[in-house]
């Protein structure tokens, strides 16, 4: 079997897996298969089992197969049953004929349907990410399903299946071909750098792909040597088995995992878990020492229990997060696995957080917020925006470092500077931080000590708005300006948000606020996880920081559109002489 | 930034005159039209009418007598409702909104007091949308949209032809200021 990439027309279509009809068609199979077998049931036990163990049974006048066993027509009822298969398969094919996808210059498009065309499109500019989804099914038969997230409502398209290695290299042309689209329109100096990289390599290389497809094409061509069936399996094994780690960052060592025993017991600690034990343990006691009627909370608790321990621990399995050319890929799953990759400066937020019962051993979890997210994307596949389940806070500044702008720009110098400081500002005191309110207790109660925020490395903002800066360092500042806040008593936690990614900037005085001369400064980000909000702030304190934070947004989205348009002149003047 | 760490604190009383010293520092808060209020007034008696009406067929048709607090709290309901409803004016009066160099200054509520900074650049969409009662008095809601779902900004209650100026102006600005997301 080739899963060389084939297209079918000269626009550039192609078709999907040819297995595909067959796992979308799955659940439907399954429920058919279900109901035939669970009336069969009888009758194959029946024929299995001699006579005494299934007794006497009353001849059931309503039976299909004794009624056409009886009037002679099993022939008949064969052919019926052989002509709807046969129709199902003509139809199944003639649907994955007209399922095509392709990756044109500004848009990934997929087409389907018959009487009905349907055609979706997901604009290249607006990819926010792509995954990569095998289920346990998928995984066996070596199919992955491929979703291609674009920000806005329900803007998504998916490709239900390719070929695993298809599956990778279309990834990788889609996230490249973005990439260059961004480049194109308004990218900055990096993307635009790095695609000329990636682009010169093809040409050094035309028929071999970047990174990813790397390692296979090896296996390929090794399976293609003997070709025999121990060779496909032993491939299927292996794509089976395979954690989609970036080739080069896994050669860098730019790469976070999480061991399983470490995940188990964050598991085991966290709030998620801890509570719903604590109300377990409480239920068995009432039932042996109060009434014997509390055991009946106690079976659908334990399910509950184990039904959460279970769903994050496969959520968390074979976690690996490593930077690839153009994204950070995050990619998870015991059973199920899937892969994201968010191509960089996609990121809104960033939130570090840590539970009571995890800081003896100074563990973490990281999430983010990225605009292709939405809470109506549930499903028990997807990371929900986890990028580290769980880790040391060595891990936790790697993933800083890889998943904010500008994080790796600095030299080794300010690097480790940024480190020491980020460092202080997950468990230490924080220095630098605005901290909330003298009577702030009220509302945060014990919060209110680590509470505090800083907006860091942000541009000058008073006098010199109308001096502009250099492109360089207004670029820096444009990656680096972060508003960062640190919450927290039970679950400690550190946001940071660039300032680039602000919608708008909110002052709020709640009713208990107001009472004691207090008040809540907010950033709004798109949907998300991550909540960029500092209350309890003194009423002066917050009204000076609205009015910094504001300018601060103002001033570095200012930049940075100024600095795409002006980029983009500079990209047409030496456009124009050749 | 600092000298805004050093002005007074807005005492209630500049509150409540709708004309505190932050964050506008000496603009005026450009106002909604008056009008709103009838709009808002009319909308909460609405709801206070309803609420009464209830509460009537309730203590009218029961079987038994209920215990004294469900009249009671019904009362105190319809009081509340009523108060709200009165406070129209000056909750009108509460919303304003400044054009800044750079981005829109918005705030509104006396209880649940709220003030928004909109870069520009952020707005995706404006829209302007008007219901019946406020067709009726002539005026329209201007809706603001931003990729982030809690900015949640509306400006109710301007008159017409203001809303639609005010729209055009700001999808100009917001196109000539458009960053990515």
């Known amino acids: ?578 | 930034m600092d000298e805004q760490g050093t002005h007074e604190d807005a005492t209630p009383a500049e509150a409540e005159d709708g004309a505190p010293e932050w964050p506008n520092r000496g603009t005026a808060w450009q106002r909604v039209s008056p009008k709103y209020a009838w709009a808002d007034l009319a909308l909460n008696l609405l709801l206070v009418g309803i609420v009464a009406v209830i509460s009537l067929a309730i203590l009218l048709f029961a079987d038994a007598k209920p215990p004294a607090f469900v009249p009671v709290g019904m009362a105190v309901v319809a009081a509340l409702l009523l108060v709200n409803a009165v406070l129209a004016f000056r909750r009108v009066r509460a919303i304003g909104y400044i054009l800044r160099d750079d981005d829109l200054l918005f705030r509104r509520g006396i209880m649940f007091e709220r003030v928004i900074a909109v870069p520009y650049g952020r707005l995706q969409m404006v829209d302007v949308t008007r219901g019946p009662l406020l067709r009726a008095l002539g005026l329209a809601t201007l809706k603001f949209v931003t990729a982030s779902a809690t900015t949640g900004v509306n400006l109710p209650g301007l008159p017409l032809a203001e809303a639609e100026s005010l729209r055009d102006r700001l999808v100009d600005l917001a196109e000539t200021r458009r960053s990515g997301l």
């Open chain 1, 1 to 578: 079997m080739t899963e060389a990439v084939e297209p079918v027309t000269d626009e550039g279509w192609r078709r999907l897996h040819p297995l595909s009809p067959l796992l979308r068609g799955g659940l439907v199979l399954l429920v058919v298969g279900g109901i035939v077998i669970a009336n069969l049931r009888d009758r194959i036990i029946e024929f299995l089992l001699p006579e005494e163990f299934v007794g006497e049974q009353a001849p059931n006048e309503s039976d299909l197969i004794d009624f056409v066993v009886d009037r002679g027509l099993i022939i008949i009822a064969l052919l019926v049953v052989l002509g709807a298969i046969l129709l199902v398969v003509f139809f199944s094919w003639l649907s994955w004929r007209f399922h095509t996808f392709r990756i044109s210059p500004d848009a990934v498009e997929e087409r389907s349907g018959i009487v009905f065309r349907q055609h979706r499109r997901a604009p290249l500019e607006r990819i926010q990410s792509v995954n990569l989804q095998r289920s346990l099914l998928a995984r066996i038969l070596g199919v992955t399903q491929v979703d291609v997230q674009t920000a806005g409502q329900g803007g998504k398209v998916a490709l239900r299946y390719l070929g695993y290695q298809q599956a990778k290299e279309v990834r990788e042309q889609i996230l490249r071909a973005s990439a260059r689209s961004r480049a194109r329109d308004a990218g900055s100096a990096e993307e635009d750098r790095r695609v000329h990289e990636v682009v010169a390599a093809e040409e050094l290389a035309p028929d071999r792909l970047t990174g990813a497809a790397e390692d296979f094409a090896r296996e390929r061509s090794t399976g293609r040597a003997e070709t025999g069936l121990p060779a496909s399996l032993d491939r299927r094994a292996r794509e089976f088995a395979d954690l989609d780690i970036d080739a080069e960052a896994r050669r860098a060592g730019s790469l976070v995992q999480v061991p399983v025993g470490r995940l188990i017991g964050s598991i085991f600690l966290s709030w998620d878990l801890l509570i719903p034990a604590v109300l377990l343990i409480g239920s068995l006691i009432a039932g042996i020492v109060w009434v014997p009627y509390a055991f009946g909370l106690t079976i659908p608790m334990l399910l509950v229990f184990v039904g959460m321990a279970y769903s994050q621990f496969n959520r968390g399995w074979g976690f690996t997060l490593s930077r690839s050319g153009d994204g950070v890929r995050v990619g998870a799953g015991l059973t199920a696995t899937n892969t994201e990759t968010v191509p960089l400066g996609r990121i809104h937020a960033v939130e570090a957080r840590q539970p009571l019962a995890w800081r003896p051993f100074g563990w973490w979890r990281v999430r983010i917020t990225t605009a292709g997210h939405s809470v109506a994307q549930g499903g028990q596949n997807r990371l929900q925006n986890l990028v580290l389940p769980v880790g040391f806070e060595a891990d936790v500044l790697r993933v800083f470092e890889t998943v904010l702008p500008g994080g790796d720009a600095g030299s080794d110098e300010s690097g480790a500077e940024d480190r020491a400081s980020l460092r202080d500002e997950l468990s230490g005191a924080g220095a630098g931080y605005l901290g909330a309110g003298r009577r702030a207790g009220w509302v945060l109660w014990f919060g209110r000590r680590r509470a505090g925020l800083r907006i860091a490395d942000a541009p000058g903002i008073a006098g010199e708005s109308g001096a502009a800066l250099e492109t360089a360092a207004a670029e820096a500042s444009e990656a680096r300006a972060t508003l960062r806040i640190r919450r927290g008593a039970l679950t400690r936690s550190l946001s940071v948000m660039p300032l680039v990614r602000a919608q708008s900037v909110q002052l709020r005085r709640p009713l208990v606020h107001r009472m004691i001369g207090l008040a809540s400064v907010q950033a709004h980000t798109v949907l998300g996880p991550v909540r960029m909000e500092m209350r309890g702030l003194r009423l002066d304190d917050a009204r000076g920081v609205f009015d910094r934070l504001a300018a601060a947004v103002v001033r570095v989205q200012a930049d940075e559109t100024a600095r795409r348009l002006e980029e983009r002149e500079r990209r047409e003047r030496n456009r124009e002489p050749r």
